[in-house]
Nanobody
Framework: EVTLKESGGGSVQAGGSLRLSCSVFGDAYVNNFEAWFRQAPGKGREGVAAIYTRGGNTYYAESVKGRFTISRDKVKNTLDLQMNNLEPEDTAMYFC????????????????????WGQGTQVTVSS
């Protein structure tokens, strides 16, 4: 069993930065991918960034490439998302997730692969 808990959300002006952190508890080794998703009001859940925990390969949505960086701290056992140059369109509830993919990394941003989810942390970007 794996439990995930996010922290680090908040409000920031456009152009600012935030760092989200997801504490991973339990048998994390059973999964091979961890990811961040987001959901804005009235919209579906969107994959933002993912990491292959056994090799370090990373995957990003086009909308965040060059601005967001996903990383895994194996000492602290956290999944982090550094978000720079934030835009109002980044406003959403952000969720961390963990799962085991039996496919290539090209599907790492699809939520159907992920079995474990955190409760979410709100990010609000004002213009």
């Amino acid at each position: 069993e794996v439990t995930l808990k996010e922290s680090g959300g908040g409000s920031v002006q456009a152009g600012g930065s935030l760092r989200l952190s997801c504490s991973v508890f339990g048998d994390a080794y059973v999964n091979n991918f961890e990811a961040w998703f987001r959901q804005a009001p009235g919209k579906g859940r969107e994959g933002v960034a993912a990491i292959y925990t056994r090799g370090g390969n990373t995957y990003y949505a086009e909308s965040v490439k060059g601005r967001f960086t996903i990383s895994r701290d194996k000492v602290k056992n956290t999944l982090d998302l550094q978000m720079n140059n934030l835009e109002p369109e980044d406003t959403a509830m952000y969720f961390c997730a963990a799962g085991k993919l039996y496919s290539s990394g090209s599907e790492a941003l699809l939520d159907n692969w992920y079995d474990y989810w955190g409760q979410g942390t709100q990010v609000t970007v004002s213009s």
